[in-house]
């Protein structure tokens, strides 16, 4: 169930879910969508150093006519980047969320146990670090948290929660996967897991 929950909707996209650790192939011709899905993951596993327009086409196998194809420049192409990692990463989740009918609690395990079992902080680790060295994305980013805050506060107010409690309470939870984007090569999937878990419940009571 929670591996559909974060499925893309539109089947050109790669998925993300399973391109973590999927060496990039050569392909005839790259739609957009594909472009900077793959730039993402190159982002996740190099760092910002890797989004050289040199680089990310040696690595797509691609010429740069293709990059040129789909962005003005550069900078068109990093602020594109951010703009489909919040659309995937929060515009597209958030929605399903709302069209979900199971309680706070169940949502939350959802979301917890897709984050861990599909790695999706380090997306999450990397525009971070794309943000510092690129601050004209810093907007684009900030927004993004701000709706999954905001989609938080929804649920742990289902639950009862208000006031500085509630704010506490939705800031913890998402800065906790900040903090898993950094160890995720430092403990197993498992060990994150549990412990995800123990602070949600830890987080719900009343």
Known sequence: MFLKFFAFSDNVHYNILTMTKRKIHKTNRLTRQQWLARSLVILSEGGPGELRIDNITKKMKVSK??????????ADYIESLAKYWDTWSNDEVIEQIHTMDEDPV????????TVIGENLSAYDAAVQMLMHKEPQI???????????LECLGGLFRQMGFKGRQLE???????????????????????????????????LTIQ
């Open 168 to 202: 506490s309470k939705k800031q913890l939870f998402v800065g906790y996967f900040i903090l898993d984007g950094i160890m995720i090569d430092q403990e197993s999937k498992k060990k994150r897991l549990e412990k995800a878990l123990n602070m949600l419940d830890i």
């Open 65 to 74: 006519g293709s990059f040129y194809w789909h962005f003005k420049n550069r």
């Open 106 to 113: 169940t949502i939350m395990k959802i979301l917890i146990k």
């Open 138 to 148: 810093a907007p684009i980013v900030t927004k993004g948290f701000m709706k999954r």
